[in-house]
């Protein structure tokens, strides 16, 4: 039951991540000035290269929480603390790879309409994306560890 319990809860995770990191690199990727600039097969490049990266880094992420925090038994005991842990890793690495690759190395650049956060000019949705899908691909492992109950199907002998 343990085995079926960690493969089911990585798998979820890894679903939601993979499906909700390309949705939002499809959403965001007007922020960037490749949207006006590129072609479009620079644009699906773009989309599927920052999409891989996502998920390796999610990957990365939670691999990171579970040596450092995880339990035997997770997700069913300690899910909060390698949650959190997953969540700082992975906006962490977001803030610090947005600021290296738009400042420093030149790698890609924020369209005017991207919303950017002091000090670093790191952009908003890049932060978000990193709070948003892997609280919303945790939610999916939290109810492997604590599935929600099932109705009873109520029987009317009259």
């Known amino acids: 039951m343990l085995l079926s319990t960690w493969l089911t809860a990585l ?11 390309l949705a939002w690199e499809v959403a965001q990727i007007p ?18 290269h920052c ?3 996502d998920v390796l880094i999610a990957l990365a992420s939670l691999t990171g929480a579970l040596v450092l925090a995880g339990a035997p038994r ?11 842990l ?18 420093v190395r030149g790698s890609w650049a924020y369209a005017p309409s991207m919303p950017t956060l002091p000090p670093l000019g790191t952009g908003l949705t890049p932060l978000l994306q990193w709070i948003v899908i892997p609280s919303i691909a945790l939610v999916a492992v939290s109810r492997v560890a604590n ?3 099932r109705p009873i199907a109520k029987i009317d002998a009259g």
């Open 11 to 21: 798998r979820r995770y890894l679903g939601v991540t993979i499906v909700g990191h």
């Open 31 to 48: 922020l960037y000035t490749i949207w006006t600039d590129g072609t479009i097969g620079e644009i699906a490049f773009a989309i599927a």
């Open 51 to 53: 999409t891989g990266g």
């Open 74 to 84: 997770w997700p069913s005991v300690g899910f909060r603390r390698v949650a959190a």
């Open 86 to 103: 997953t969540l700082i890793f992975g906006a962490s690495y977001t803030v610090s790879s947005e600021w290296f690759n738009v400042s």
């Open 147 to 149: 599935p929600r109950p």
